[in-house]
Antibody, heavy 119, light 107 residues
Framework: QITLKESGPTLVKPTQTLTLTCTFS??????????VGWVRQPPGKALEWLAIIHWNDDKHDNPSLKNRLTITKDTSKNQVVLTVTNVDPLDTATYYC???????????WGQGILVTVSS | DIQMTQSPSTLSASEGDRVTITCRAS??????LAWYQQKPGRAPKLLIY???KLEGGVPSRFSGSRSGTEFTLAISSLQPDDFATYYC?????????FGQGTKVGIK
C-alpha cells in the first residue's frame, strides 16, 4: 500500500525559506520509473505543478517560481524534500506530494499541508 | 510553455446525465494527459492517464478520449458521488501544467 505524508511548518514569514518533507512508504525511489512530485493549491484556486524528482535523480521544477525551488531525495529515508526560498503571501497554499510512474499522472497523493505566509 | 485550456469552468447537471469536460493543449502533447477528481478538503484522485486509460478502481462510467490537441473526460451517467471539481494535467513536456478546473454541481 502506497502512502505519502507532507510535513513542515504551517506558518512562515515573508522572505523566509520554506522546507517541506514528503515521507512515503510502499515504494522505493530507487526503483526504475518511479517519481515523486509536488503540487500546490492556493485556497479556492486551481492546482499548480511545482517540481518532480525521479528514481535516476532526473529533476525538474516550475520556472514560474523564478529559481526559488529545490527538490532533493533521500532514498534511504524514503523522503523527498522541497525548499521554497524567499516566500511571499502568494505562496500561501496547500502543498501536496504525490507518487507517479513514468507515462502516468500522479496516482497516489499525500493529504496535503496548508502553509500560510504571513508576518 | 504548454497552456491547458479547460472548459467549462462550471457546469450544472442532474443525476443520470452524461457530462463532458474538455481540455485543449496549446501544442501537441501526444497522449500524456491525466484527469483528476477533487472533492473539497481532499487531495486529487487520478481517474484517467495516457488520455484514455482508466486507473484501477475507477468506475467504468468515466472515460477519456483525444482528438489532436483536444482531450475529453466523459461521465456516462452522473452519480451523486461525482459532484466534484475535475482537472486535466499534461505531463508531456516540462513545465507540466494543470487545467483551471471544472466544478460539476447539482442542477
Amino acid at each position: 500500500q502506497i502512502t505519502l505524508k507532507e510535513s513542515g511548518p504551517t506558518l512562515v514569514k515573508p522572505t523566509q525559506t520554506l522546507t517541506l518533507t514528503c515521507t512515503f512508504s510502499g515504494f522505493s525511489l530507487s526503483t526504475s520509473e518511479v517519481g515523486v512530485g509536488w503540487v500546490r493549491q492556493p485556497p479556492g484556486k486551481a492546482l499548480e505543478w511545482l517540481a518532480i524528482i525521479h528514481w535516476n535523480d532526473d529533476k525538474h521544477d516550475n520556472p514560474s517560481l523564478k529559481n526559488r525551488l529545490t527538490i532533493t531525495k533521500d532514498t534511504s529515508k524514503n523522503q523527498v524534500v522541497l525548499t521554497v526560498t524567499n516566500v511571499d503571501p502568494l505562496d500561501t497554499a496547500t502543498y501536496y506530494c504525490a507518487h507517479r510512474l513514468i507515462y502516468r499522472g500522479f496516482s497516489h497523493w499525500g493529504q496535503g499541508i496548508l502553509v500560510t505566509v504571513s508576518s | 510553455d504548454i497552456q491547458m485550456t479547460q472548459s467549462p469552468s462550471t457546469l450544472s447537471a442532474s443525476e443520470g446525465d452524461r457530462v463532458t469536460i474538455t481540455c485543449r493543449a496549446s501544442e501537441g502533447i501526444s497522449n500524456s494527459l491525466a484527469w483528476y477528481q477533487q472533492k473539497p478538503g481532499r487531495a486529487p484522485k487520478l481517474l484517467i492517464y495516457e488520455a484514455s486509460k482508466l486507473e484501477g478502481g475507477v468506475p467504468s462510467r468515466f472515460s477519456g478520449s483525444r482528438s489532436g490537441t483536444e482531450f475529453t473526460l466523459a461521465i456516462s451517467s452522473l452519480q451523486p458521488d461525482d459532484f466534484a471539481t475535475y482537472y486535466c494535467h499534461q505531463y508531456h513536456l516540462y513545465p507540466w501544467a494543470f487545467g483551471q478546473g471544472t466544478k460539476v454541481g447539482i442542477k
